[in-house]
């Protein structure tokens, strides 16, 4: 059964939900269906969907309720015939809404990844066929919304598998001592993922563990060498190849104060990586306490520095828990997660019951689509 899929993400940074969308969208093309990315011009996400051979629209939007864009998407949805519509961030969950009046033949599928209760009755309403939810963290939160939690589906996110055959040497490009351990934070550098509290959980630290530690900071604006709390660290920004940066890492430090799912947990993980992180959001789903990471309460700064104190002492906690990391990192596989996904489509068009030929009699080859086309 080919399925023709039209993904909508407004996000105009290249962070966990864009990769998301770009992983499923091209796991659904080798497994023989039709998808077609929506995004912003120029949008890492549009840049990377093109290049990896996937149909791409360039759409961009000025706010969440943006009806020009909305009318370019309904084009898009004619012109791609598509049988089901995915939203996968707020504002193209909003713009979906407003490109699918009149069409109600079509579902409207619209992944959540924040453990944040949602606000407002119209975009959660009957409208939406059903929602894809991260983690069981992000489900409880949309229920708390009031979202009828039959119309919710667990999926957890999926990483495809790191495969790193020379991990950076943080310590020789930084001049840092041998022997020191490099603990590093992944992801976007802002509010929620805990990037103010490092300067605190560094000071917090056992004078001697701080002195041994060596911080990285990959995501965000670089800024080259300074000091955390005390400890030489380096901003290295956005890196392109990911995995060979976290490979070059000791420990990794997630101080998020709320997360969907973290999927920088699972790449390091896989990377034998050990993660120390606050006990919230779909973070307990990924962790297990003291066998693949350590996670302390929530918030609470002092246990996350004597946890990421107790890695930099303990080698051997270090190489037990990173070897734990792989095994478990394989439960949250881009195969599951894009299996997942396509049961949520097929139990929608079930309940519709709308009527798919195996294939249809064309050429089964992606056209691109560009903005200025109707």
């Given at each position: 059964?080919?399925?023709?899929?039209?993904?909508?993400?407004?996000?105009r940074a290249w962070r966990g939900g864009q990769r998301q969308v770009f992983v499923l969208?091209?796991?659904?093309?080798?497994?023989?269906?039709?998808?077609?990315?929506?995004?912003?011009?120029?949008?890492?996400?549009?840049?990377?969907?093109?290049?990896?051979?996937?149909?791409?629209?360039?759409?961009?939007?000025?706010?969440?309720?943006?009806?020009?864009?909305?009318?370019?998407?309904?084009?898009?949805?004619?012109?791609?015939?598509?049988?089901?519509?995915?939203?996968?961030?707020?504002?193209?969950?909003?713009?979906?809404?407003?490109?699918?009046?009149?069409?109600?033949?079509?579902?409207?599928?619209?992944?959540?990844?924040?453990?944040?209760?949602?606000?407002?009755?119209?975009?959660?309403?009957?409208?939406?066929?059903?929602?894809?939810?991260?983690?069981?963290?992000?489900?409880?939160?949309?229920?708390?919304?009031?979202?009828?939690?039959d119309r919710i589906d667990v999926v957890h996110s999926g990483v495809p598998t790191p495969?790193?055959?020379?991990?950076?040497?943080?310590?020789?490009?930084?001049?840092?001592?041998?022997?020191?351990?490099?603990?590093?934070?992944?992801?976007?550098?802002?509010?929620?993922?805990?990037?103010?509290?490092?300067?605190?959980?560094?000071?917090?630290?056992?004078?001697?563990?701080?002195?041994?530690?060596?911080?990285?900071?990959?995501?965000?604006?670089?800024?080259?060498?300074?000091?955390?709390?005390?400890?030489?660290?380096?901003?290295?920004?956005?890196?392109?190849?990911?995995?060979?940066?976290?490979?070059?890492?000791?420990?990794?430090?997630?101080?998020?104060?709320?997360?969907?799912?973290?999927?920088?947990?699972?790449?390091?993980?896989?990377?034998?990586?050990?993660?120390?992180?606050?006990?919230?959001?779909?973070?307990?789903?990924?962790?297990?306490?003291?066998?693949?990471?350590?996670?302390?309460?929530?918030?609470?700064?002092?246990?996350?520095?004597?946890?990421?104190?107790?890695?930099?002492?303990?080698?051997?906690?270090?190489?037990?828990?990173?070897?734990?990391?792989?095994?478990?990192?394989?439960?949250?596989?881009?195969?599951?997660?894009?299996?997942?996904?396509?049961?949520?489509?097929?139990?929608?068009?079930?309940?519709?019951?709308?009527?798919?030929?195996?294939?249809?009699?064309?050429?089964?080859?992606?056209?691109?689509?560009?903005?200025?086309?109707?």
């Amino acid at each position: 059964m080919s399925l023709r899929v039209l993904h909508i993400d407004m996000g105009r940074a290249w962070r966990g939900g864009q990769r998301q969308v770009f992983v499923l969208a091209r796991a659904q093309r080798d497994a023989g269906h039709e998808p077609i990315v929506v995004a912003p011009p120029d949008s890492p996400l549009l840049r990377r969907a093109r290049a990896a051979g996937l149909a791409v629209s360039a759409v961009g939007a000025a706010g969440d309720w943006d009806l020009r864009a909305a009318r370019k998407v309904a084009k898009r949805i004619k012109t791609w015939r598509a049988d089901i519509v995915h939203a996968h961030d707020a504002r193209a969950h909003a713009i979906a809404l407003a490109a699918l009046v009149g069409k109600r033949r079509i579902p409207l599928i619209v992944t959540r990844r924040v453990a944040f209760v949602p606000r407002g009755r119209i975009k959660y309403g009957p409208r939406v066929a059903r929602f894809i939810a991260i983690s069981h963290a992000v489900r409880d939160a949309l229920v708390a919304g009031g979202v009828d939690p039959d119309r919710i589906d667990v999926v957890h996110s999926g990483v495809p598998t790191p495969v790193v055959d020379h991990p950076r040497n943080w310590r020789d490009e930084c001049s840092w001592p041998s022997n020191c351990v490099v603990c590093g934070v992944v992801g976007a550098m802002t509010v929620e993922k805990g990037i103010g509290l490092l300067d605190e959980i560094a000071r917090l630290m056992p004078d001697a563990e701080r002195r041994a530690t060596r911080l990285v900071l990959l995501g965000g604006a670089s800024a080259g060498i300074t000091a955390i709390g005390g400890i030489a660290s380096i901003r290295a920004g956005f890196v392109d190849e990911v995995h060979k940066a976290m490979a070059g890492l000791d420990v990794l430090w997630h101080p998020a104060t709320s997360e969907g799912l973290g999927t920088a947990v699972i790449d390091a993980m896989a990377l034998r990586v050990p993660p120390v992180a606050f006990r919230v959001g779909g973070l307990p789903e990924l962790i297990i306490d003291g066998t693949c990471g350590l996670l302390v309460p929530p918030g609470d700064v002092r246990a996350f520095a004597s946890a990421a104190a107790s890695l930099v002492r303990d080698a051997d906690l270090r190489r037990r828990l990173g070897e734990a990391g792989p095994s478990h990192a394989e439960m949250f596989s881009v195969a599951r997660m894009a299996e997942g996904t396509s049961r949520v489509y097929l139990r929608v068009l079930g309940r519709a019951g709308t009527q798919h030929a195996p294939a249809r009699q064309q050429p089964r080859q992606q056209r691109m689509v560009s903005e200025g086309e109707p």
